[in-house]
């Protein structure tokens, strides 16, 4: 099989796990990939995938034509990348993910840097809280608040940190609020655990739990009570104040861009955009030596 149409939609129904799913990604109904998958299936005379409910899972056939469809895809990542690398006016769209707060309030009042320096690149935000996968091409780039464990196609490195500190409400007292936490999805974060004993040391749990850090600076600013912050983020919102000034706790950040993508000219470009954004958060990122090793 060698249409890369037909590998392409392979390739979604399995990284995705479900037609509908797998329609979001290629941007169609879900009806759609399914006709789609059953005229491949009787093409071949096989059948790829069986299913459990909504959930698609690749059989012994469906497993050889799927990474047979990667390494066509990793093919034509190459070709696009030698095309591009040849090519000055980088064009075409990068998915860059990050948690929301990062994304609506770093990223989003920088982009007219990048648009301007780039007016035919599309970037493509993805604010999520839970970890997209590079590998299954749910993003191109990812920044991340912990180091990266067990990468094999992914290249990283190490850009910078992010400081937390208490912060309450302008005009509230701070020894009356309650604290606002994470919730149990969540509880695992450096700042839930922290929150947790905080709320536990004033004697109840937090008034108010949400699942990102964007909800907390909401709620905050709200007078809900108080929190854990981002200070390259709470120290430029006017409504807000630092209960102490020490910092309580520091998150690395990551970088992270597939190893098939990093040659691309469009993806060098938003790598380099994200260096300049932290570069400029003078006393909040802290920038750390490259090697050889790590993504250039």
């Known amino acids: 099989m060698q249409d890369w149409d037909d590998l392409r939609h392979i390739l979604a129904i399995a990284r995705a796990g479900t037609l509908s799913a797998a329609g979001r990604h290629l941007r169609t109904h879900e009806t759609t990939i399914g006709r789609r ?4 299936e009787a093409r071949l005379g096989v059948r790829l995938f069986e299913r459990t409910g909504k959930t698609m899972h690749l059989t012994s056939a469906g497993d050889v034509a799927a990474a047979h469809a990667e390494r066509v895809e990793r093919e034509m990542l190459l070709l696009r990348g030698a095309i591009a690398g040849a090519d000055a006016d980088i064009a075409g ?51 991340r608040l912990a180091r990266p464990r067990g990468l094999s196609t992914t290249k990283a490195r190490r850009i910078g940190r992010i400081d937390y500190a208490a912060y309450a409400a302008r005009g509230r007292k701070a020894d009356r609020l309650p ?27 937090p008034s108010l739990a949400v699942n990102d850090a964007e909800g907390l600076l909401q709620a905050v600013r709200a007078g809900v009570g108080k929190s854990l912050l981002p200070c390259l983020v709470a120290d430029r919102e006017p409504g807000l104040r630092r ?37 400029g958060d003078a006393g909040v990122y802290e920038a750390s030596p490259r090697s050889s090793s790590t993504v250039r």
């Open 243 to 279: 209960i102490e000034t020490a910092t309580i706790l520091s998150r690395e950040l990551w970088l992270l861009v597939h190893a098939d993508l990093r040659p691309l000219a469009r993806v060098a470009a938003v790598i380099d955009w994200l260096d300049q954004v932290f570069r």
């Open 93 to 143: 769209t990068v998915r860059l993910t990050a948690v929301p707060i990062i994304v609506n309030r770093v990223l989003v009042p920088a982009l007219t840097a990048l648009q301007s320096a780039h007016p035919r690149l599309r970037l493509e935000l993805i604010a999520e809280p839970q970890d997209l996968s590079l590998s299954k091409r749910e993003a191109d780039i990812a920044l």
């Open 179 to 205: 604290w606002i936490g994470y919730d149990e999805a969540m509880a695992g974060l450096p700042q839930a655990r922290w929150l947790a004993h905080a709320a536990q040391r004033q004697g109840h749990p």
């Open 37 to 40: 998958l059953a005229a491949i």
